[in-house]
């Protein structure tokens, strides 16, 4: 097959290759909308396994072509990898975000019934990534920075490996993003480290504090210099560590930031 040259030809069909991790996937998708808006057919090459199969559900409910059998593909037809479409379409910072992309079912059996303000949480990535031993924030060091007036909740198919009294672990509820979203959408804010949480919760526009590593996700260079993100708007705030192995810098910028969200500041 040949490589898509970057020309926009309505009425084309353009296989896009899945590539990365989930995250990298919730991140790039929003680009599809772009391809579709220049009348081309964007289609996800995914694949069937396990691993895939929930998030290709959640981006088919969005309306986004995704193909896992690979002897349907017209190789007529051109590629491009997933996480190349910004550069392939050339675009600047001011294009990434072009608002909301992913929408909660809002599904009643995910409905939390309270009214105090609520933040989710999580601490660490795929235990699988190499890089997650950089990334991984000790649980006590979120929950000591967040207010004792709010409720934590820990947003993950799996309970975190450290207990907390102050945390209500989602575990037993999340079966699917779908469930993810649901939750993610009642919360006042995410916290949490360089995790697919973080952009699950970047692109159904909640307000969200993301602590990263020295050696940060590309996505989080930016010619910016006020902590938000390009890729997310305004509700994105980027807490970035100072000194290595050390969370105690950007965990207290987020600690301002969630206090001032919650009206501690006013």
């Known amino acids: 097959m040949n490589r898509w040259q970057c020309i926009v030809s309505p009425g084309k069909k353009l296989y896009v290759e899945i590539e990365g991790g989930l995250g990298d996937q919730l991140v790039n998708i929003r680009f599809f909308d772009?391809?579709?808006?220049?009348?081309?057919?964007?289609?996800?090459?995914?694949?069937?396994?396990?691993?895939?199969?929930?998030?290709?559900?959640?981006?088919?409910?969005?309306?986004?072509?995704?193909l896992t059998d690979r002897l349907l593909i017209d190789k007529t037809q051109p590629w491009a990898p997933m996480m190349s479409l910004p550069g392939y379409m050339k675009l600047t910072e001011s294009q990434l975000w072009q608002g909301a992309y992913l929408k909660p079912l809002r599904q009643e059996k995910n409905k939390l019934s309270t009214n105090k303000f609520k933040i989710g949480i999580k601490n660490s990535g795929n235990p699988y990534f190499a890089q997650d031993e950089y990334r991984k924030i000790p649980l006590n060091e979120i929950v000591d920075i967040l207010p004792e007036s709010a409720e934590i909740y820990y947003i993950d198919k799996t309970s975190p490996t450290t207990n907390n009294s102050r945390v209500i672990d989602l575990s037993d509820k999340i079966q699917s993003w779908e469930d993810t979203l649901d939750f993610i959408d009642q919360m006042d804010c995410i916290v949490s480290s360089c995790t697919s949480i973080v952009h699950a919760a970047g692109a159904i526009?909640?307000?969200?504090?993301?602590?990263?590593?020295?050696?940060?996700?590309?996505?989080?260079?930016?010619?910016?210099?006020?902590g938000?993100?390009?890729?997310?708007?305004?509700?994105?705030?980027?807490?970035?560590?100072?000194?290595?192995?050390?969370?105690?810098?950007?965990?207290?910028?987020?600690?301002?930031?969630?206090?001032?969200?919650?009206?501690y500041n006013q």
Request: aromatic residues 16%.
């Open 34 to 66: 772009r391809l579709l808006n220049y009348g081309m057919e964007p289609i996800l090459v995914s694949q069937s396994i396990d691993y895939y199969h929930d998030v290709n559900n959640l981006f088919r409910r969005h309306g986004y072509n995704v």
């Open 205 to 226: 526009g909640k307000p969200t504090f993301v602590i990263v590593p020295i050696a940060e996700y590309y996505i989080w260079t930016t010619t910016k210099t006020d």
């Open 228 to 263: 938000s993100s390009p890729w997310y708007g305004n509700n994105f705030y980027v807490a970035r560590q100072k000194k290595l192995r050390s969370w105690t810098e950007p965990l207290q910028e987020v600690k301002i930031h969630v206090e001032k969200l919650l009206g």
